[in-house]
């Protein structure tokens, strides 16, 4: 596991071992296909429930609404932050 905080301030605890879940490749190519639905995926492929609802949280806007293109950018940060797990 590692912790990873991103530069909006959204820290979450992350296995790093989702790289090897082949649920994870099925959510990044439903994301490049534009599938919306990818983008769901990928967040339960990274967090757990909790870390979830605390990233919703974190990218609610003033009208109450979850703003897709933040949670995009810090699921993709969150995956870019997260080390192999793996000695180079």
């Known amino acids: ?3 990873v905080k991103t530069a909006s301030g959204f820290e979450a605890e992350i296995d790093e ?7 994870f490749f099925e959510a990044l190519e439903n994301t490049v296909a534009g599938r919306v639905t990818g ?5 339960r492929c990274l967090l757990s429930d909790a ?3 605390r990233l919703k949280d974190h ?3 003033d009208n109450g609404r979850v703003s897709a293109e933040k949670m995009t950018a810090e699921l993709f940060e969150l995956i870019k932050l997260t080390p192999s797990g793996k000695n180079s």
Request: glycine content about 0%; some cysteine; charged content about 40%.
């Open 39 to 43: 983008q769901v995926q990928l967040a």
């Open 1 to 3: 596991m590692a912790i």
């Open 51 to 53: 870390d979830l609802k």
């Open 59 to 61: 990218c609610r806007e």
């Open 17 to 23: 071992s989702f790289r090897e879940d082949w649920e």
